[in-house]
Each structure stands twice: as C-alpha cells, then as structure tokens.
C-alpha cells in the first residue's frame, strides 16, 4: 500500500515551461513589421523609377511639311510612274540569215523605210535568177509555137481548097486542123507557164527584200541588237548565239505616261483631267499633261488600274522609261467674299481636338510646339489651314495622344 501512495504522488509536468517570454513575442513582431516595410518601401522605389524613366522617354512621331496653298486647281491624287512611249517596236527580219551590213547606230533619227540593215541574199537570188531563166524559156517556147501555128494556119487553108477542089482528101484536111489546134493549145499551156514563173519570180524578189531590214516608222534609235557577221531570225534558236532582233525604235512624238493608281482612289480620276507631271530628272519642270484613257481592267495582285496620260508639250528631254511623279487636280476651288485665303495645307490627321478648339503640334529643334489653328474646307485629300501655320511648317501627323507643349520628341525616319 505505501508503494501504491508513492506512484500517485510523483511529480507531475509543468505546463508552465512551454510559455513565450513576452519580450521575445514583441521583439518577433518588430521584425515582421520591419520586413514588410522594407517591401513596401523597394515596391515605391521601382514604381517611382518606372514612372520617372516613362516620363523621360522620348516619344517618336511622324511630321508632314505644311504645304503652300496655291490659287489653282486643288489636288485629288498623287501617283508615279514611268515615261511609255505608244509606239516601240524591235525590229526583227522575217527570215533567217547572216548579218552583212549595219547602216544605223544608237540615237540615229530615222526616217520610215530607212534601211537599217542587209542580211546575205546571195541563195535567193540565185533562186530568183532561176525563175527568171525559167520565165525566159518558156516565152521562147511559146514564141516557137507561134511560128508553128502561123504555118499550121497557111496549111489548113491550103487543105481546105484542095478539099473544096476535090483534089484532096478529108483525111489531110483533118490532120491540118488537128495540128493547128494543138499548136494554139501548146501556145495556151505555156502563157500559163509563164504567168507561173512570173509568181515564182515575185517569190524569189520577196526574198530578195526580205533580206533588206527597213524602219517601220519614223523615230529614233534607242538599241542596237546586232552586228555584221551575227546571224539573225525571226524565232530563238542556236543555244543563244542567234539575234531575234536587229534594232529597236521608238517615235517620241507618241511618248506618254504609264502610272498605277489604287483601285480606292479610282473614282477620283476621269479622262480629260488636268494632270500635272514632274520628271524625277527635272524636279523644279512642272509639264501639263491630262488624263487620256483609264484601262477598264484592274491588277488583282496589287489592286491596282493603270492609267494613261498624255503630255500636252513634248520636249526632247523627255525620254522612254524616266520616272515621272504625277499630279491629278481637281476643279478650281470657287472664292467667297470675305473667306480668308488658306495658307496652308496639311494631312487632316495633323489637325487635333483640344476641348473644342482645333489644334496642331509642329517641330522645332526636336521639341513639339502647340499652336491653335483655324480650319478651312478639304482640297483633295488635304485640309486648309486658314490662320495658325505657314508652308513649310512640320505637323506632327501621328503621334501619343498626350504630347505636351515643349516636349522633346524624335521623328521617324
């Protein structure tokens, strides 16, 4: 019994120990505060720094020059192109030959039938000559039978009074009369001979001049495709070592201007229109010119239709192929009493609302300035600036909605 009193008066755990010392539960706390701190603290640092550096990116934008506002014709579209002429021919023989000889060379004005070159004939004359021969022979064969048939004649009249006289028989009458008329026969048999050498002498002289290359018009010689010695035909043959062509001429009266122009902006152009033309030889030549077909056909590859312009002065420095920046103009614009003339012209997209009043952003030194505008009506695709803006001006046409007044910006290139 006293042992079972021991057992149940051991030492019980203490609870007690298991306790946080309450200067170490606050001292915890201040840490986890401390951290969160420090977090919230770099979070306002980066987010400042992103702010800052936004702020001093510099935005890109695109600028336009204010153009002059002329008293003319507006415009409605530009386009380019190239100087075609109508009428470009590459003369070629029409028949397969040697070169002999070359009468002409590149920038030559030649006349129509002007012989540019001659090709060995020496074949076909031969074969001309041979009809000739033949043709010959044949007229004298006729002539013979003439001969024959003026006797045969003086026999059958003899025949035919000794018949009458009966001193003669039928039989010799017949004979007579047979043989001339199988001489008249043979003498009708060769006139057809001869109209048939005749024919096959106009062959052979066809070949004879289609050895002779001559120009189809009148122009002016921009290439020269061959030489003496070179052979030349009408089809590519001999791996390349074969000319298909003898020259190539153009006549510069029928010169004209081939451009493309968007098949959205078609409906702007109509035949007869004043077109304005500007060689990109001559920039400061400004040449009337006006719309002469627009081909009824459109390029589905590059929506595209093409249209023809004729000049109205053609000048020798016009030449084949140049570059050429056209202008089609519109009617001329009508005046209103007491309306301020435009002084400039700009893309619309330039043209910003600012609470109301119509506002533009030009650049200066890499810096945009903010200048008020007043507004006009549309010519073409441009707007009239009546007051605010001069020509030559930079709009900015595309850029952030927030540009501020003396902000520096870098344009696009």
Request: proline letters at 5%.
């Amino acid at each position: 019994m006293a042992q079972v009193s021991t057992t149940s008066n051991s030492v019980k755990p203490d609870l007690g120990s298991l306790r946080i010392d309450e200067g170490k539960r606050r001292g915890r706390n201040t840490g986890k505060m401390l951290g969160a701190f420090a977090a919230i603290l770099g979070l306002a640092v980066i987010v400042t720094g992103a702010v800052f550096a936004f702020r001093n990116q510099t935005p890109v934008v695109e600028v336009a020059a204010a153009q002059k506002a002329t008293a003319g014709r507006p415009t409605l579209l530009n386009a380019s192109g190239y100087v075609t002429p109508r009428r470009r021919a590459t003369v070629a023989a029409k028949i397969t030959g040697r070169v002999t000889g070359v009468f002409f060379d590149e920038g030559m004005h030649v006349p129509q039938g002007f012989v540019l070159a001659r090709l060995d004939d020496s074949d076909v004359r031969r074969a001309f000559d041979s009809a000739v021969a033949d043709r010959n022979a044949t007229e004298a064969q006729s002539a013979d039978f003439q001969v024959q048939l003026k006797n045969a004649e003086i026999e059958l009249h003899r025949a035919q009074e000794l018949q009458a006289a009966g001193v003669q028989s039928q039989q010799t009458l017949d004979n007579a009369r047979t043989t001339a008329d199988s001489l008249r026969a043979k003498i009708a048999l060769t006139k057809q001979q001869v109209a048939a050498s005749e024919a096959r002498i106009q062959e052979a002289q066809q070949a004879v001049n289609n050895c002779v290359i001559r120009a189809p018009f009148d122009g002016i010689i921009v290439s020269k495709d061959a030489q003496v010695g070179e052979m030349v035909s009408p089809i590519s043959a001999g791996g390349g070592f074969t000319r298909t062509g003898i020259a190539t001429i153009v006549d510069m009266n029928s010169n004209e201007i081939e451009v493309d122009v968007n098949e959205a902006y078609i409906a702007r152009v109509v035949p007869g229109q004043p077109v304005t033309a500007v060689l990109d030889a001559y920039p400061d030549w400004q040449i009337p010119s006006k719309v002469r077909t627009v081909i009824p056909t459109a390029d589905r590859q590059k929506a595209t239709v093409k249209v023809r312009i004729s000049f109205l002065e053609l000048d020798p420095r016009i030449l084949p192929d140049m570059g050429v920046k056209v202008t089609f103009l519109g009617d001329a614009p009508v005046e209103k009493k007491g309306e301020a003339a435009p002084s400039a012209l700009i893309p619309p997209d330039a043209v910003r609302d600012d609470n109301g009043k119509k506002i533009v952003f030009i650049v200066r030194d890499g810096r945009v300035e903010r200048r008020a505008v007043t507004t006009g009506g549309m010519r073409g695709a441009d707007l009239e600036i009546l007051a605010g803006l001069n020509a030559g001006d930079s709009v900015v046409v595309k850029g952030p909605g927030n540009l501020r007044d003396g902000q520096a910006v870098e344009i696009k290139k």
